[in-house]
């Protein structure tokens, strides 16, 4: 499980709503944009932060890395991402997980190589 910081929408107030429509919790801090369904949001995975894709895409991973960072294009996780991009995710995340996986037991491996018992 991975905590995600999510950043306060400085619109928000548990009373507001427009036309039906509560506002959004939280938002984008660079592009300030409403984190809710109309648009497309990513997890950068290595730091937990919350950014709408507009800002990735616009200011660029590299800007973003002293604020954001460290992280790369691959730590980038859509957040409910349509059924289209589901599958192509899912096998890039079993792909992460398999990596991790080996990196772990070779650090166990060259723990114990010189190790006591």
Not at 9 to 37: R, W
Not at 80 to 87: D, K, M, T, Y
């Amino acid at each position: 499980v991975k905590t995600l910081k999510f950043f306060p929408n400085p619109n928000y107030s548990a009373e507001s709503e427009t036309d039906g429509e509560q506002t959004a919790k939280f938002s984008c801090p660079i592009t300030k944009m409403e984190f809710n369904s109309n648009h497309p949001f990513a997890a950068i995975w290595s730091t937990g932060y919350v950014l709408s894709e507009k800002a990735i895409r616009e200011v660029g991973i590299d800007a973003l890395q002293e604020e954001y960072g460290p992280f790369t294009a691959e730590d980038v996780i859509k957040l409910i991402p349509p059924p289209e991009e589901r599958e192509p995710q899912v096998v890039s995340m079993i792909e992460r997980r398999a990596r991790r996986s080996k990196k772990s037991s070779k650090k166990k491996t060259n723990t114990n190589v010189g190790g006591t018992s």
